[in-house]
């Protein structure tokens, strides 16, 4: 009590405007603004990450973290530092982290303009680097759940428990459009398809900041990364070149950008890599006039880790940090992440000195950067108070991650309905992902790379041990089989194997991100077909099931499996989930978020053109493993009474479409009706379809709804080649559940 006192009392002399009450934001912070100097401006535009801070013996950081006192005063009393990042190196507990921005905040407001520090995190499906926070499922498994209002909840429990750290700043959610399987962060996506991101984009949105201008205390604003065209490098290398024409870019990839910033989104981080031989963090027209300028973007523009100093370092477009910050900051980037020197600082001061960076450029982003501060409620409470998070890895914050990840998870193959399993069958259970829970997690979990969740996830069930606590000890045998690097105890795998009724074979990528994650073949790992052939050689049935960030391709042994479930990267509920799924007590309900390939060099997204098809490409036409939005269940659903409302529409028409969905099964299941449009001829050749609108419904056994969707003209647009969109006039087929319908245009 009396500690809480008297941190109150120390940030109860916050800058003063927080007295001018009657101030508008906008006011406040040109009041603000015109209070400050050029190297207290340049401090703001300022981001270092927290290691730089932090106390090592023998090159190791201390644990727990301890701030190098001498190091942070630095930062704050000299170069005027506004922002702070990261964890520096493992999770930390939820104390730790109070007391970080605690004593950050406290330096902060002690300087004489008395601006408290923003602090970001990766927060990206949960509070990652505090210990014990709930860790959900990864973007790209929600995303599998068609539900974004389920994966709104989620966000707003992350978002609570990340404020619970006093952390109000998320990097995320990843926007990148995840049509490049090799890349190693497509898991971070939403998936293959523009309109499917930028549902799930606007929800988690709502989720990190709630509904009004401001955010509360349990709410933290969202950093939408990273803008733009970053998914798309055309060897799938991580920060390896992209070539996307601007139509392109405008047709696929910007749309979920300007909605998220429709919907409120108030920071942006820039995409790492080039696109037609510029680097993003140096191209003017899509940072200042696509996205300052068009899309009306009034938050501000943070650059990704060290990417400002990368325009000498790697990219050679600067000669010298100096050069690659004038460029950067002209190009329209408001705040850099520096990451872990003062560089930036020195460098800007000089720049406008000399004229080369404008003192208008500079107020333009100290301001946007100071009104998400205001908006952020910083100035009033710069820290938090411990006693309002009660729910911080509450039972219910994990029973919704065990809703979550059951919506995600998918099941792509069923033969003879094998699954559910009958209870009292001998199950052995084997693989590189049945005994850990690294493979569940990936990356960003606890530490960038996800390398300790076998050591800080304990407490939580591998897929190993929720498949024993449901089917019984009694039951269940295991053996390792393989590790994804090399085959390990074949013969005892086998001779388990043949004395079990089922095999449930765990296999996949463990975590990884960005450049370390980059792959030269997306072949699952060769141990893992080794392992798959010598069970499938038992005779007895396998069931695949997988746990991967990225569709690895499992052509050569998927005709050996009797079934496959797609477990994505479920988070810590992942095993639970896995095992209630294989005991029928999960009916699955996730559709695939992107196309699963079938072959290395034929990575075609199901928005292909007409040329991709096996129509006109029989040989090497698009032939997937599982097509996006495959998804199987325990029951039967059937489409019937597609009606559209008119035969035709115009420009400012709506078309009503109709349809009746039944479950022809036995039990109750969830189903996503995924409605797409094809435009039948176009000036830009078309796509074979395009996904419009989706919903997911509950259905009993037996019974029926109808579903209604509503579609304007927009809705069948796309960029023309003088980069408009457009609606041309003409026939469309709709699409949904197997039944079609034309409508025209005019
Ligand atoms: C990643 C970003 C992340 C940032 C800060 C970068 O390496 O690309 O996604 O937000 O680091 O941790």
Known sequence: MKKYALSVCLFAAVFNVKSQSNMNVDQKVSTLLSRMTLEEKVGQMTQISVEAFLKSTNGKLNEPHEFDMAKLTEAISKYKIGSMLNVGGDAQTLDLWRKRIETIQKLALKERIKIPVLYGIDAIRGNNYTLESVLFPQQIAQAASFNPAMAQKAAAVAAYETRAAFIPWNFSPVLDLGRQPVWPRIWETYGEDPHLVTEMGKAVILGYEGSGQTI?????????????????????????????????????????????????????????????????????????????????????????????????????????????????????????????????????????????????????????????????????????????????????????????????ITLLKNEDQILPLAKGKKIFVTGPSASSMRPLNGGWSRNWQGLNSNETEKGKNTILEAITNVFGTENVTYSEGATFTEAKDL?????????????????????????????????????????????????????????????????????????????????????????????????????????????????????????????????????????????????????????????????????????KMSNTGKVAGKETALLYASDMVASITPEVKRLRAFQKIELQPGESKVLTFTLKSEDFSFINNDLKRVTEPGKFTLSIGGLTSVFTYQ
Not at 221 to 230: E, N, P, V
Not at 373 to 398: I, T, V
Request: aromatic content about 10%.
């Open 491 to 659: 013969k005892d795998a086998v001779t388990k194997a043949a004395a079990a009724d089922v095999i449930v074979l765990c296999i996949g990528e463990d975590s990884y991100t960005e450049t370390p994650g980059n792959i030269d073949d997306i072949t699952i790992s060769a141990p893992q077909i080794e392992l798959a052939k010598a069970l499938a050689a038992t005779g007895k049935p396998v069931v695949f099931v997988l746990t991967e960030g990225r569709p690895r391709i499992i052509s050569a042994i998927e005709p050996l499996s009797k079934a496959v479930i797609h477990a994505y990267l479920l988070g810590n509920e992942g095993g639970n989930v896995i095992a209630d799924v294989l005991a029928g007590k999960i009916n699955p309900s996730g559709k695939l978020p992107y196309t699963y390939p079938r072959h290395t060099n034929s990575l075609t997204n199901y928005y292909h053109k007409f040329t991709e098809s096996l129509e006109f490409d029989p040989t090497a036409g698009y032939n997937p493993q599982w097509e996006f939005g495959y998804g199987l269940s325990y029951t039967t659903f059937t489409y019937s009474d597609l009606k559209v409302s008119d035969p035709t529409l115009d420009a400012n028409g709506e078309l009503t479409v109709t349809v």
């Open 216 to 408: 509360d205390k349990y709410h933290v604003f969202a950093c939408l990364k990273h803008y733009m065209g970053y998914s798309m490098p055309l060897s799938g290398h991580d920060r390896t070149p992209a070539w996307i024409p601007e139509r392109e870019l405008r047709e696929y990839f910007l749309p979920q950008f300007a909605a998220a910033v429709k919907a409120g989104a108030k920071t942006v981080m820039v995409n790492s890599g080039e696109i037609n031989g510029i680097p993003v963090h140096s191209n003017k027209h899509i940072l200042t006039d696509i996205l300052k300028g068009e899309l009306q973007f009034k938050g501000f523009i943070v650059s990704d880790w060290q990417d400002i100093q990368y325009l000498y370092q790697r990219h050679k477009i600067a000669v010298d940090n100096k050069d690659a910050v004038m460029i950067a900051i002209n190009a329209g980037i408001d705040m850099s992440m520096v990451p872990t020197d003062f560089t930036f600082c020195d460098d800007l001061i000089a720049l406008v000195k000399e004229g080369k960076v404008s003192m208008s450029r500079v107020d333009d982003a100290v301001s946007r950067i100071l009104k998400v501060k205001f908006e952020a409620g910083l100035f009033d409470q710069p820290a938090g108070n411990a006693k309002d998070y009660p729910l911080f890895n509450s039972p219910q914050h994990n029973k919704l991650n065990y809703d979550v990840a059951a919506e995600c």
